[in-house]
């Protein structure tokens, strides 16, 4: 989640509405030995976001960063083999990407061991590209709502991706230029001030208008023999809007494009920024990845968005990662919390309790032939000492949790951790 939830949070007073004393406080990280062919893939909504371009270039030039320092403590301690962030800001020479490695990654943090990753990747996002039109509607043509996704500048909450493995670049696809209209049945927003239907967006605009908030990226892992297909993304948080939803549905859509992308059939109309059309071919691994800001019966994702992918035949959702130390702050924080639906110990996202509570928004989805060896959320209780990296608001890292899924890939050896 991005923007002003964050701010909200303020009012996040520790009303505790229920004991926490049942709880225990479990391992942070799994602690079974894994076989060898495990392969650890998570997904971190790190807030490593910043106010102006080349401030994150500014903020990672040096060691010294706190709010970086426990972010890479929390990677160090999950040690995933393949790690999607989210909330990265781009630049094109990938400087951040580089500095957050060899300032962070690669130092040791209050005992976590240093982490390397010789493989990693990231690309173009359509926050804060100006779309030269008045996408919101407010008159006035500019700023970070007309962009093409929210932003103030270009790149701002971009993605990157980790990897121990390497990476097919010759065969990555992107689609931050796949046009929504160009899905078929788009949900596309409707003005409910005028007859017409599905006119939030004028022809002129929607002939522009990127699906893609930031991008999704496939991204061909080579594991041993093997290939998976991580499958990133950062779908639109479904609020910020009015009643014509424009980024419920926007949601909505961006979510459906990876489940029909990996559907056999259902993808013969999506193309990449190269031209290629196509879905995920039938039989081929894929995990996908990121904060879908969508949880399943909570807060304001149109309903059945996350479902498209949880509830899909080729997506492995026989272990959800969770954690106690989610359980422990749905009963801290109270509000919104105590009405939801979905069980807190899947929780992810720690928003406002005032609205709309915490949420399961970041999901790690393997495919159906990946067995799933453990899971889990980096989210300690707070009797854990590790709680320190996780906190509470205004947060030490992230208004997010790490998510990670440990699958069995058949023919892979694990690297070293
Ligand atoms: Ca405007
Ligand atoms: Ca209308
Ligand atoms: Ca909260």
New binding site residues.
């Given amino acids: 989640m991005t923007r002003t939830r964050r701010i909200w949070?303020a009012c996040?007073a520790f009303a505790a509405a229920g004991t926490t004393a049942g709880l225990v406080s479990p391992p942070a990280v799994a602690s079974p030995s894994p076989p060898g062919n495990t392969v650890r893939f998570a997904t971190f909504n790190a807030s490593l976001n910043r106010n102006f371009a080349g401030q994150l270039v500014t903020d990672l030039s040096t060691p010294s960063n706190a709010q970086a320092a426990t972010v890479a403590e929390i990677i160090q301690r999950m040690r995933p083999d393949v790690l999607l962030i989210n909330e990265f800001d781009f630049d094109a020479a990938g400087t951040a990407l580089r500095l957050f490695q060899d300032n962070y990654l690669s130092v040791p943090h209050n005992g976590a061991a240093a982490i390397e990753y010789p493989h990693r990747f990231t690309a173009e996002s359509n926050t804060g590209i100006p779309s030269g039109f008045d996408l919101n509607n407010n008159g006035v043509i500019g700023g970070p709502d007309d962009a093409y996704g929210f932003g103030f500048f270009p790149g701002q909450f971009g993605m990157a991706v980790y990897s121990k493995y390497p990476i097919d670049t010759d065969d990555i696809r992107t689609f931050q230029h796949f046009l929504w209209k160009d899905m078929p049945g788009a949900r596309l927003p409707d003005d409910p001030a005028t007859a017409a239907p599905r006119d939030w967006y004028s022809p002129a605009e929607l002939a522009v208008f990127r699906l893609s908030s930031k991008s999704h990226w496939d991204l061909p892992i080579a594991i041993g023999k093997r290939t998976v297909h991580f499958l990133v993304s950062h779908p639109t948080p479904p609020v910020f809007d009015g009643p014509e939803d424009r980024n419920g549905t926007r949601n909505f859509d961006e979510i459906r494009l990876w489940a029909d992308y990996v559907t056999p059939g259902a993808g013969g109309y999506i193309y990449d920024d190269d031209g290629h059309v196509g879905g995920l071919p039938a039989g081929a691994h894929f995990v996908i990845a990121g904060d879908q800001n969508s949880d399943p019966l909570d807060g304001d994702s149109i309903p059945g968005a996350i479902q498209q992918l949880l509830d899909n035949p080729r997506v492995n959702t026989s272990h959800a990662p969770e954690s106690t130390g989610a359980v422990e702050?749905s009963l801290l924080?109270g509000?919104a919390?105590t009405t939801h639906r979905s069980d807190p110990r899947f929780d992810t996202a720690?928003?406002?309790?005032t609205s709309p509570?915490?949420l399961r928004a970041d999901y790690v989805l393997p495919d159906t032939g990946l067995r799933i060896w453990n899971s889990a959320v980096f989210w300690p209780v707070q009797a854990d000492p590790l709680s320190r990296l996780t906190g509470v608001?205004p947060f030490p890292s992230s208004d997010h949790r790490a998510v990670w899924v440990d699958v069995r890939v058949p023919g892979a050896s694990s690297p070293s951790r």
């Fill in positions: 949070l996040a702050a924080q509000g919390n720690d928003f406002s309790d509570g915490n608001f």
